[in-house]
């Protein structure tokens, strides 16, 4: 098996055997991220097609230094980012007794909830709240970083992530993963 950094230099050279390989090799788990952040499949792969091409285009800036799916895990999120930022606004505004929404998880019924349950919950956010949620749950961003990459104040991730978790509390309940 090549290394990361052998198949790196190899795709710098445009060898198209190469950069297949690269794409089979990190585009399945780099998908998933995709998915996390869209709404839907296909822009899930819309996401995925313009994350690899930049990675493509910016691969000459790999240095070596970290992972190689880690700099490619960046690569996508940023571009998954950049995709909502021309679609929407994240100041988007819910009913906050639609936001105070409280229940407590039944450990039985959510241990009966499948993967693809709890990302259609996911998708079904609004997609500020799911970006906010994704960055900060999922990829362990700070709100203050959120903030800078989104650019929102510090307060607003804040808010969106207390709203997503709400909206996904609510949203459980009526799956009937969460009691009143």
Wanted: hydrophobic share 40%; charged share 25%; aromatic share 10%.
């Amino acid at each position: 098996m090549d290394t990361d950094q052998d198949l790196v230099t190899r795709c710098l050279r445009r060898e198209m055997a190469s950069q297949k390989l690269f794409y089979n090799r990190f585009a399945p788990k780099m998908f998933g991220i995709c998915l996390r952040f869209a709404g839907n499949s296909t822009d899930a792969e819309d996401i995925l097609q313009e994350g690899f091409l930049r990675v493509f285009a910016k691969l000459h800036n790999y240095r070596g230094e970290g992972s190689l799916d880690g700099w490619i895990r960046r690569t996508i999120i940023t571009t998954a980012i950049n995709y909502y930022k021309k679609q929407c606004k994240f100041h988007h505004e819910v009913d906050l007794r639609e936001a105070t929404y409280n229940a407590t998880i039944s450990e039985d019924a959510l241990s009966m909830l499948t993967t693809e349950e709890l990302l259609g919950v996911i998708r079904e956010l609004p997609v500020g709240f799911r970006t906010v949620f994704n960055l900060f749950v999922m990829e362990g961003y700070s709100h203050y970083e959120i903030g800078e990459i989104l650019g929102i104040p510090e307060n607003t991730s804040k808010s969106q992530l207390h709203r997503a978790k709400a909206l996904i509390r609510q949203k459980l309940s009526e799956m009937g993963f969460m009691d009143k």
